[in-house]
């Protein structure tokens, strides 16, 4: 909802969703929010995977890379979303993905490692939520504000508790972690829309709780002219990491 993501349909070897473009990609620090592209990134090789396994069982993210090529529009348009198989065994699988605009340009690739786990179900906790402001950048969306216990060096984002993050399982969601990295990454640096990102490399290390605050530890690991490397860490209340990612931000 939040990303006005629409659902396609899969096949074992692939599959394709659609997503709207407008304001709510904006954003005061990163100027464009690229890495939202990554929810629907997600979702599309995900399911890829999840359309050729036995019913009992469910895919899980270990990993994903995503490449930005062009920032998406803000303006009123439709990305189309596109996932497939690249190899896939009793363990789980790996794919690939890619978002395309209205002109047929790519905006970014991403693979994705997966594996597979047993099924619980769909969360019944998850609801559907609400837009507040349905135009507003999605770091407001989110709740998105500074933690005031940042380690020297960092700077760290906290996610409230929100449906708007979270997936069918009631965690949150594997791409909106990667869209919220950058834009914790950006503000680690603070990028003044100086800066876009060009890549986002992340690993799941446990599942992360919609349920409960999230806290995104953003520690610049390089800042030159041209370049700058960010690796952020999501964590629940308890303190151990949800997931780990390297950002590499480049000057406009």
Known sequence: ML??????????????????????????????????????????????????????????SLGIRVDFLADPSTCPGRLSVTGEVVGRDSRGGTTR?????????????????????????????????SLVDADAPIRSQLGLVDAEDAPAGAVALAMPATPLAANGMGNVHGGMLIAVSELAAMSAIDARCEYRTTSIDIAYVRPCDAAAPTTFTAEPQHVGRSLAVVRVVAAN?????SSIATVILQRR
């Open 97 to 129: 993905g890619a978002v395309t605009d209205d002109d047929g340009e790519v905006l970014a690739i991403a693979v994705q490692r997966s594996h597979l786990i047993q099924s619980t179900g769909l969360s019944a906790a998850v609801a559907a939520g």
């Open 237 to 241: 209340p308890s303190g151990k990491p």
């Open 3 to 60: 990303l006005r993501i629409s659902p396609g349909e899969f096949t074992t070897a692939g599959g394709e969703v659609f997503a709207d473009t407008g304001p709510w990609l904006a954003d005061p620090i990163a100027g464009v929010a690229r890495g939202a592209l990554a929810v629907a990134l997600d979702d599309v090789t995900g399911y890829a995977i999840a359309a050729g396994v036995p019913a009992d069982r469910w895919p899980v």
